[in-house]
């Protein structure tokens, strides 16, 4: 028999006070989606629709149904004070709270109890299955602060035993289950994917996904979660580094130039495109930096260098899942390619003009102050010093006026060379390529 449920919080929490018709307004919401199983968000919607409509319909009802309207659209638009966000998650939501207590207990007995790996190989699975099932449709459907406040409880204990039941577990069907929720949890309480960084899984799923890569749907997921885990930049501990070392590095670039069989739609690539993308956001010096050591030493980058170009040109960053990054991780790959002549010759030159074209457009285009232009005038210059651009200085009359405009529009609002960095940029090219750019016409 399933526990009963706890009796609700007296009137002694101060955090009451949001509004007073709050609780009355959550229970209407509680009981929708107790009776219906649809999502929280939609019985949100529902409720303030009944509502409205007998507001409108009923204006004698308008007093008593107004205050209660005005809490449940907060809800509706995520407005409820953050003081009160703990005191949400206590008053409402009480068959969720419930049933997530329930299955992250079991989890975790799952994963204490010695007798794992000896069991039956199917004597517990069918129960696993659908303790993950279901928590997935709860961390999609329920309220979002009742399902941090139960996630968050006792120090993330639950993501902990997650992750630790994930190194114990081998049957691959439940192991997808488990990347699909650390993926939803990501998504749920950003804290998590610092927990998540800070544990062995990113060191688990780089081998995982190495000795198990024909299991497609499972690599895929792996990949997200990396990239979801690498996403914000955040330091690495250094025991990653020793398992995302130059040998997994070249793996992942051996697919992606050449995926398995198996991977007919080649999904792959994408996906390990994406995850040396977020790896490569955390090395801040070229020359320190397992990706470019790797690229240096391959022949050839055809698909990598494809996927980078249409990613550039979109101005498309698929590692920004959660959190903006400055350079964005497409153009940090491309500034470290282009710091070293060891790897500023990977792209073909029609590959290399292409790019030109996008950064010219983008310096072109972007204005004085956007930092994004100050990264496009330095994109620029790795390639003209560290490629053949001598050779055929595609679109020069474009890129001098660029500079021209670049140059006058500096000098016009402050001092020459006083730490511009566009002015400085253009600056130290014509010094070091004075017939290519001649600046001294620049009014």
């Given amino acids: 028999p399933e526990p009963e449920l706890e009796p609700p919080l007296g009137g002694d929490d101060v955090r009451r006070e949001s509004s007073p018709d709050f609780p009355l307004g959550r229970e209407l919401i509680d009981l929708v989606r107790e009776k219906t199983g649809t999502s929280f968000n939609n019985c949100v919607l529902a409720t303030e629709t009944v509502l409205t409509f007998l507001r409108e319909r009923f204006p004698e009802t308008s007093t008593s149904l107004d205050p209660i309207a005005k809490s449940v659209a907060l809800l509706q638009f995520g407005e409820v004070e953050a003081v009160a966000e703990a005191s949400v998650a206590e008053r409402g939501g009480a068959k969720d709270r419930q049933r997530l207590d329930i299955i992250f207990s079991e ?14 190989l199917y004597d517990d699975y069918a129960v696993i299955v659908e303790y993950l099932q279901e928590l997935l449709t709860l961390l999609s459907d329920a309220d979002r602060t ?12 639950a993501v902990d035993s997650l992750v630790t039941y994930y190194q114990m577990e081998t049957r691959a069907p439940i192991r997808l289950l488990l990347l699909k929720v650390f993926g939803a949890l990501c998504e749920l309480d950003h804290l998590i994917i610092s927990i998540l960084l800070a544990s062995l899984l990113p060191m688990e799923l780089a081998r995982d996904i190495r000795d198990d890569l024909e299991n497609l749907q499972k690599t895929l997921y792996s990949a997200l979660v990396c990239t979801m885990v690498f996403s914000t930049g955040e330091a690495l501990p250094l025991q990653i580094y020793e398992h995302w070392d130059s040998a997994f590095v070249e793996f992942l670039f051996d697919n992606i130039e050449s995926p398995p069989d198996s991977d007919s739609e080649e999904q792959i690539p994408e996906a390990f495109v994406n995850m040396i993308l977020s790896y490569n956001v955390h090395f801040k010096n070229p020359l320190e930096n397992v990706v470019m050591q790797v690229l240096g030493m391959r022949p050839t980058t055809k698909v990598f260098s494809e996927k980078i170009l249409m990613l550039v040109n979109r101005e498309d960053d698929p590692v920004a899942l959660f959190v903006p990054l400055s350079p964005n991780s497409v153009l940090k790959i491309l500034l470290d390619i282009f710091s070293s002549a060891t ?19 983008q310096i072109s285009d972007l204005s004085q102050g956007d930092e994004r232009r100050t990264h496009y005038l330095r994109l620029l210059s790795g390639i003209i010093e560290r490629t053949n651009y001598i050779e055929h200085k595609h679109r020069l009359d474009d890129i001098v006026d660029a500079f021209h405009a670049i140059h006058r529009e500096e000098r016009e609002l402050s001092p020459p060379n006083d730490g511009k960095p566009d002015y400085d940029i253009v600056s130290n090219l014509s010094r070091t390529f004075p017939l290519l750019f001649d600046l001294s016409t620049s009014v």
């Fill in 107 to 120: 989890l975790k007995a799952c994963k204490d109890d010695s007798q794992q790996r000896s069991w039956a």
């Fill in 146 to 157: 009742v399902s941090k406040f139960m996630v968050q409880k006792d120090g993330y204990e």
């Fill in 343 to 361: 790897t500023s010759g990977l792209f073909f030159t029609t590959d290399l003009m292409v790019l030109i074209d996008i950064t010219v457009r």
